[in-house]
């Protein structure tokens, strides 16, 4: 149980303290009686005296199931920790096998290196935002400290991915995790933990009203340019080539990485960049939204800033204009 305790909290971000009391009852059963019995019903099959082996191991694997579920009820049987580096890792099962190798007093060593990888572990500084790859769902960490679902089509497996990853046992499905995001047909919004918004759009229509309003926009759709200017901008074009993404916020800066990258873990790829961007200095958006009416502005606007240019002969001679019309009438012509 101690040995394959940190592989457990590292791949399934949690760790059992009652696992002791659960393999102390139950692994005797699987010793002497499930092990056994697929020995010998292996070795009976060909002859065809093995139904009653198979019946046999059955009780016991049902045993050892039984223990599971008791275990498991246990209240605090499971707890959940943060996701940490496979370094931190690698760290505590070399301080393992320290402490078990060696017997000089220098095991003791051993010891001191687990300590100082769990510590380090447990001090993990966690993501304040986590974006999936399509730009359509985020997790926002809240004043209270923990996530906050933002976006209306959440797969349960990337928001329980999420979760496990911050330590969090709750499931996708809990609806306590959608109580401060506000959602209508052209996107999503939600509050960061210092009170500022970040919106998720689903429409063009919302650009203009959420660029100006929210610290980070997030979007599978392309952002329009003067979007750079007031707000992190997080759209089709910066999500084409990359993973799901996690944001940490530092002082006056967003700083942005990549959660799951191939670049991670091939080294002739080489490792992923960070990105670091200055906070926008945005109000809250507010839940009240005029999107019709302001589409309905905007394309007025560019109707009248984007009118075609007409190109007028000024001081041509004859031959020149007559050059200039044919020239006209190729380009009109051409496909």
């Not at 007093?105 to 510590?119: H, K, N, Q, S, Y």
């Not at 330590?167 to 499905?173: F, I, M, P, T």
């Not at 507010?286 to 190109?311: C, D, F, K, N």
Request: hydrophobic letters at 45%; a neutral charge; charged letters at 20%.
């Amino acid at each position: 149980s101690f040995a394959t305790a940190p592989f457990a909290a590292f791949h399934f971000q949690r760790v059992n303290p009652y696992g002791l009391i659960g393999n102390a009852l139950a692994i005797p059963f699987v010793s002497l009686v499930v092990m056994p019995a697929a020995v010998a019903g292996t070795l009976l099959l060909p002859f065809g005296l093995d139904g009653g082996i198979w019946q046999l191991m059955g009780m016991g694997s049902q045993y050892v199931l039984e223990v599971a579920r008791y275990v498991a009820s246990i209240e605090g049987a499971a707890r959940g920790v943060r996701a940490f580096d496979i370094g931190l890792l690698a760290w505590m099962a070399t301080g393992f096998v320290i402490l078990v190798l060696v017997r000089a007093p220098l095991r003791m060593v051993g010891i001191a290196v687990m300590t100082m990888a769990t510590i380090a572990a447990a001090r993990t500084a966690p993501a304040d935002i986590f974006i999936d790859r399509q730009g359509q769902v985020v997790a926002v960490r809240s004043a209270d400290g923990r996530l906050q679902i933002v976006g209306r089509a959440a797969s349960r497996f990337v928001v329980d991915r999420w979760l496990a990853a911050d330590g969090d046992l709750r499931k996708a499905q809990d609806q306590a995790l959608r109580r401060n995001t506000t959602c209508d047909r052209a996107g999503c919004v939600g509050q960061l933990a210092d009170g500022r918004s970040i919106a998720v759009v689903l429409a063009p229509e919302a650009f203009e009203e959420d660029c100006r309003r929210a610290a980070i926009i997030v979007s599978s759709l392309s952002a329009p340019a003067f979007c750079q200017k007031t707000a992190l901008v997080l759209d089709r074009e910066r999500l084409a080539f990359s993973s799901s993404l996690a944001i940490h916020y530092e002082g006056t800066t967003f700083r942005v990485t990549e959660t799951r990258s191939f670049q991670h873990w091939k080294p002739w790829y080489g490792r992923a960049q960070s990105e670091t961007a200055p906070a926008s200095k945005t109000t809250p958006a507010l839940p009240a939204r005029g999107r019709a009416q302001e589409s309905l502005q905007q394309e007025s606007r560019q109707q009248e800033t984007h009118q075609p240019e007409i190109r007028q002969p000024e001081n041509l001679t004859p031959e020149e204009q007559s050059t200039d019309t044919a020239d006209d009438g190729a380009d009109i012509l051409s496909p």
